[in-house]
Each structure stands twice: as structure tokens, then as C-alpha cells.
Nanobody
Framework: QVQLVESGGGLVQPGGSLRLSCAAS????????MGWYRQAPGKQRELVAA???????NYADSVKGRFTISRDNAKNTVYLQMNSLKPEDTAVYYC??????????????WGQGTQVTVSS
């Protein structure tokens, strides 16, 4: 009974910026960790960034200094601000959340994925 809906993907030129959003809805008592993963063609899904309920963050070395993850707890939404984009950032980006429902049950949920293409 929980859904994660992503938005904000698209086509941008190298050096450009894009902001992804992911909103959680449904039976939500609390959300612990929220994050972003990506999967490029022919590659495995990898962690891009994560943020805890307390605001601690973690980034992949490849995006450190260029990407910023943040969250709005009032909206149950996580964001990924992507700056100085490179062609190698091209991938499908998936949001992820560790959500505790009203029963006190913690489960991992995934968004549907949004395409980010960086090309001239």
C-alpha cells in the first residue's frame, strides 16, 4: 500500500543540470533511509546517494561534489540535484525508501524509474 512516484528525468547537454523528485504515499508511519540508484545499459544497478531521517548523506565517488541529495519530510519526498552532468551519468534512475507502516513493519520500496540522458 506504498507507492514511490518519480519525476524530473529528461535529456540534457553535458554540463547541464537536472533535479529528480520522488514522492512516497500510502501507509507510512515513518521513513528511515531514502536514496537514489541508477542503472546504465549493460551495467548493474548501483547506489548513487542516500540520506537518513537525521540528514546524514552518502554519495558514490563518481558523483561526489556534483550531486546533492535532500528530503522534505513533510512531503515524504526525496530529491536529487544533479549538476555538471556527464555522458556517463546517462542511466535509468530509481528512488528507494525504507518505510515503516502502521503495523511497525519496515519494508524496502522502489520507484518506477526515470530516464536521464546526457548527450550533445
Amino acid at each position: 500500500q506504498v507507492q514511490l512516484v518519480e519525476s524530473g528525468g529528461g535529456l540534457v547537454q553535458p554540463g547541464g543540470s537536472l533535479r529528480l523528485s520522488c514522492a512516497a504515499s500510502g501507509n507510512i508511519f515513518s521513513i528511515n533511509v531514502m536514496g537514489w540508484y541508477r542503472q546504465a545499459p549493460g551495467k548493474q544497478r548501483e547506489l548513487v546517494a542516500a540520506i537518513t531521517s537525521g540528514g546524514s548523506t552518502n554519495y558514490a565517488d563518481s558523483v561526489k561534489g556534483r550531486f546533492t541529495i535532500s528530503r522534505d519530510n513533510a512531503k515524504n519526498t526525496v530529491y536529487l540535484q544533479m549538476n555538471s552532468l556527464k555522458p556517463e551519468d546517462t542511466a535509468v534512475y530509481y528512488c528507494n525508501a525504507d518505510i515503516q507502516g502502521s503495523y511497525g513493519f519496515g519494508l524496502i520500496y522502489w520507484g518506477q524509474g526515470t530516464q536521464v540522458t546526457v548527450s550533445s
